[in-house]
């Protein structure tokens, strides 16, 4: 639980005046983007860009991520190939639907890694749930390598493979939020959910959070860094939760002290699930720069 | 490396910067600079430039760099892109550490 | 050579300048003699009208000689025709070695100032700041006795001790009525508040109103009397409305400005001096604006209420006063249409004297009532040291405005300030002019963190109660070196020995010089 990953924030491998502003602000994750947000003729560009940022000015204190360019597209090799050497925390990958295309990529960031010196395995990789098949793979995908540390939901893609109409309110991706979560859940790895993209809702952000969080997730995407602060302070333990969450564990400290076995707080029994929950909570508010004593 | 056409990198937006670069077959380098920061980083821009060109193996060109205020590792990657689109080549990336 | 307080190097004597180094804020005056003025009493002219057949006849009627000084104040900003007008006129009257003494920064184009002082027109120019042609001039060499500047609030001193001693005062107004009756709240020329012309209208020996709205006897409001007034110059044009003040300003939508100024907000309400009734100064800028803004809010959520804001006027503020927030305005400037309008619709949004918005010698500014004030920079150093007036290549960029008052008064002074701006560094080892004393600053907040200086009096109250937040708390040193990370190490400006500017302290000793720069 030594990184958090409430807030990722993306910014263009081609706009070196937002490229200078990211690592200032609070996001947990920052992803350096060679896909999207660059055009096709600007490919070469940006990933010199982005290597010489990753490599050698590098923002501390931040989870870093390199979003590399489709399964299929003619510029992932050479992606990986300077992604990889570049030494980010993880590799994004965006559209994953098959455990086979997650393998195919470990084999070659490990083929990467050797080449460059790097320890085999230290890459890690988010893969983006962004179609009907990603959904339906998700546990596979999730454990398809043990470089996977992530699945995020990319809704503008879901809901176009689906034929839905994507909504404020959301209620076309509850299945594919619920169905990856779990996908996570099962395979160990962190689920982080969609954007929010009407950056001037802050209402609407508010709520569409707490919902997210209600569900478990462990984190979203934010579109600007306008949104990070108030995503951060939901996915955060609140106080309420740290000051139990420190009851609980005072408590397992004072039986353990006495030599008791069944631990209670409040006349119910502390139990292992109880613990995990406490020690997450406590290691999260932690990551968080949350004062907790 | 050799320059076989004119070619452009980078952008006159703010904290960028735009390097132009043309064949100088047998001439050296010759690199000028316009930039808002000239006078306290002139030096350390060339000195750059010239030192990302001679990585690649660019011995001859003329490079003009318009200069918005980027970062030097900004600068730099902005040089070694225009000298790879000049020589008709896509870099290797398995040349680098 | 002599060092003063804040370690600068300064020659004794610059030309005819004798310089008195900075010892350190806060000092007592050496004067016991009554305030400076150059006022003389006068019959009022019975009956009639002192409206000038033309602005030329005024300044003629005048008795304005070579030598002398005249004075203009700075509330028609970038817009201003008087100033242009004026010099162009004592031109033509072969005027010679007028020493130019604006109440602020003055950057009037076509005609620019430079070419008065080419022509030697204009030998000497006291201000607060200097920029474009003019700027570039003056640190070329091209005067050769130093530009004076000083802040909002040494000006006043100044012109009280006699270092300034105005001949004729340009002052111009909105409105006017033929006994010399003037205001900038009303006319299509609105400015606002005429704060910076009241100290030369009451000291000047002779006072001219300018303007190109002649109304009604008797022109009410009326910021300055007819009594101090001598001549009313009717002109054409006294500039351009467009530029005197653009609409309200609206919030910034960089994210790093943002970012700072949400910082900014959370800090003064983290102090245990964020309480009803408590006092700030926000000013203009787009990091000071959303500040404002943002601080409103939290004032909202908490139900706390300001007693008074001060200084340079932004409809945000007026805003919070129309929303209960803020209980009175205190006015020496208003930077928008919606301020300067604000005056006449709000009693209790108040027109005030510059010299009593910022002059510590007077027997009570303002600012020193004020709990939280924010100051802009161009560069701060690992001493706390602030420069406002030159840039990255030494080049003159703003004007000292109120900063040095605001830092030295304001209980809790703030500087805003990010830690880069594109390539170039804004906290640096040594600022290369310095504007403000690093004593007199608490902290600095940056998109990087807040760094509080250890020397401050109130250092130990603000550590406590920053401490209860989730704010990054750094050093100035950790800044800097963050700084240097990014932008590379800049190579230093190389200066010659000539002193081109004099930078003055509150009380008038010489915080600074700026040398010209070697090309």
Not at chain 1, 184 to 195: F, H, M, N, Q
Not at chain 3, 190 to 204: F, H, K, P, Q, R
């Amino acid at each position: 639980m030594a990184n958090l990953k409430r807030t990722s924030l993306y910014a263009p491998g081609t706009n070196p005046s937002f490229m200078a502003t990211v690592p200032f602000f609070n996001e947990d994750c920052i992803v350096y983007d060679l896909e999207d947000a660059v055009a096709i003729s600007e490919k070469d560009a940006a990933r010199f860009m982005v290597y010489n940022t990753v490599r050698y000015h590098r923002p501390k204190d931040k989870y870093v991520l390199i979003r590399v360019n489709g399964l299929d597209s003619e510029f992932l090799d050479d992606d990986l190939e300077c992604a990889v050497r570049a030494r980010p925390d993880a590799i994004r990958l965006p559209k994953v639907e098959f455990p086979e295309q997650v393998k195919k990529v470990d084999e070659r960031i490990t083929e990467i890694e050797k080449a460059a010196g790097i320890e085999v395995g230290k890459t890690k990789l988010w893969c983006n749930c962004e179609s009907y098949w990603g959904a339906l793979n998700c546990q596979a995908i999730c454990e398809a390598s043990p470089r996977v540390e992530a699945m995020a939901i990319g809704a503008e893609d879901y809901t176009a493979s689906m034929r839905a109409t994507r909504t404020k309110e959301g209620k076309e991706i509850e299945y594919v939020r619920n169905m990856v979560l779990m996908g996570c859940r099962a395979a160990g790895v962190e689920a982080l959910d969609v954007v929010f993209s009407d950056i001037n809702d802050t209402e609407g952000l508010i709520r569409d959070t707490q919902y997210s969080k209600t569900l478990g997730f462990d984190g979203k995407t934010v579109v600007n860094p306008r949104q990070i602060d108030t995503v951060n302070s939901i996915f955060a333990p609140s106080a309420k939760e740290i000051k139990y969450a420190k009851r609980v564990m005072a408590a397992i400290e004072d039986g353990r002290r006495r030599g008791v076995g069944a631990v209670t707080l409040d006349g119910s029994m502390i139990d292992k699930p109880m613990e995990r929950r406490a020690e997450t909570t406590l290691a999260q508010a932690k990551a968080a720069g949350i004062k907790i004593d | 490396m050799e320059l076989k056409k004119p070619a452009v990198a980078g952008t006159v937006e703010s904290c960028d910067c735009q390097v132009s670069i043309f064949p100088n077959p047998g001439q050296g380098l010759d690199v000028s600079v316009e930039s808002n920061v000239k006078a306290i980083f002139g030096d350390s821009i060339i000195e750059s430039t010239k030192d990302e060109l001679a990585k690649h193996g660019v011995k001859d060109a003329i490079v003009q760099i318009n200069d918005k205020g980027a970062f030097d590792w900004i600068i730099r990657a902005r040089v070694a892109c225009a000298a790879y689109r000049a020589a008709e080549q896509k870099f290797n990336w398995k040349e680098v550490e | 050579m002599v060092k003063n307080a804040v370690g600068r190097e300064l020659p004794e004597k610059i030309g005819n300048y004798v310089v008195k180094p900075y010892k350190g804020p806060g000092a007592e005056l050496d004067w016991d003699k009554p305030a400076c003025t150059n006022r003389v009493p006068r019959l009022s002219p019975a009956g009639g009208s002192k409206v000038a057949a033309s602005l030329k006849d005024a300044i003629i009627k005048s008795g304005l000689k070579d030598g002398q000084t005249i004075s203009f104040h700075h509330c028609f900003r970038e817009g201003d025709h008087i100033i242009g007008q004026v010099l162009t006129i004592c031109r033509e009257l072969g005027l010679k070695g007028l020493t130019f003494a604006p109440s602020a920064v003055v950057n009037v184009k076509n005609p620019s100032v430079i070419d008065f002082v080419k022509d030697g027109t204009i030998t000497n120019i006291q201000a607060s700041g200097i920029r474009g042609s003019l700027g570039d001039g003056v640190l070329e060499g091209c005067m050769e006795n130093p530009v004076i500047l000083r802040s909002h609030g040494a000006r006043p001193r100044a012109i009280e001790m006699g270092e300034l001693s105005i001949d004729v005062a340009f002052i111009g107004a909105s409105a006017a009525d033929d006994y010399g009756n003037c205001t900038g709240q009303i006319g299509p020329n609105a400015c606002g508040s005429l704060g910076y012309a009241m100290i030369d209208a009451y000291t000047a020996k002779h006072v001219i109103v300018v303007t190109d709205n002649l109304v009604e006897y008797p022109c009410c409001p009326a910021s300055i009397s007819q009594m101090y007034v001598d001549q009313v110059a009717v002109v054409e044009d006294i500039g351009d409305p467009a530029k005197i003040g653009a609409g309200a300003a609206r919030m910034t939508k960089n994210p790093r400005d943002l970012n700072i100024a949400a910082k900014c907000a959370e800090v003064i309400t983290a102090s245990r001096r964020f309480k009803d009734g408590f006092s700030f100064q926000t000013g203009v800028g787009a990091i000071p604006i959303a500040a404002t803004i943002y601080l409103s809010e939290k004032m909202e959520e908490q139900g706390i209420k300001a007693s008074f804001t001060l200084g340079g006027t932004t409809s945000n503020m007026v805003d919070m006063f129309r929303k209960g927030q803020i209980r009175v305005i205190e006015s020496s400037q208003s930077f928008d249409a919606v301020a300067a309008r604000a005056i006449i619709e709000e009693p209790n949004i108040v027109e005030i004297d510059n010299a009593l918005y910022a002059d510590p010698y007077t027997k009570g500014s303002i600012l020193s009532k004020l709990d939280f004030g924010l100051l802009a920079a161009l560069e701060v150093d690992t001493d706390f040291n602030v420069n406002i007036l030159t840039g990255s290549s030494g080049e003159m960029m703003a004007g000292m405005g109120g900063g040095p008052d605001v830092a030295a008064d304001a209980a809790v002074s703030i500087v805003v300030v990010p830690i880069v701006r594109g390539r170039t560094p804004s906290i640096t080892k040594r600022v290369f002019t310095c504007c403000t004393p690093g004593d007199t600053i608490a902290m600095v907040i940056t998109e990087a963190g807040i760094a509080l200086n250890p020397k401050y009096p109130l250092y130990e109250e603000l550590k406590e109660d920053l401490e209860k937040t989730n704010l990054k708390l750094v050093t100035i040193e950790e800044l800097q070196q963050l700084a240097e990370s990014l932008c590379g190490t800049p190579k230093p400006i190389e200066t010659t020995d000539k002193v081109c500017v004099v930078v003055e302290y509150r009380d008038g000793t010489v915080i600074d010089v700026i040398r010209q720069i070697k090309k």
